[in-house]
């Protein structure tokens, strides 16, 4: 029973220090990543199952994900321009601290 409350300790520890680290937009930053990870191996392990694996249909997945990728980055790097546009405009009484 020690060495499951020891366990737990060690996990609650390790998830306080990286959120600490990261704050909320780090956790959904790992959701989204873990979602897409699962994605990938239950299309695989579905595939594999079938017998119906394929290499174009496995690359087709992968440059989708990247899609997905540089469409999240690139908003959030719209997303600072725009925080740093309203920020710089005079007589605007606006302050965009959030991300959209």
């Known amino acids: ?48 199952q079938a017998g119906t694996w394929s290499s174009k249909v496995a690359r087709d997945g992968c440059w989708h994900k990247l899609g997905s990728i540089v469409a999240v980055l690139m908003s959030g790097v719209l997303d600072l321009v725009v925080g740093l546009l309203l920020d710089n405009v005079p007589g605007l009484p606006l302050h965009y601290t959030v991300l959209l």
Do not use: Q, R, S, Y
């Open 1 to 48: 029973m020690e060495k499951v409350k020891h366990l737990k300790e060690t996990i609650a520890a390790i998830l306080a220090l990286l959120t600490a680290l990261w704050g909320w937009f780090g956790w959904l930053v790992f959701a989204w990543a873990a979602c897409m990870a699962a994605d990938v191996a239950t299309g695989m392990g579905a595939a594999i």
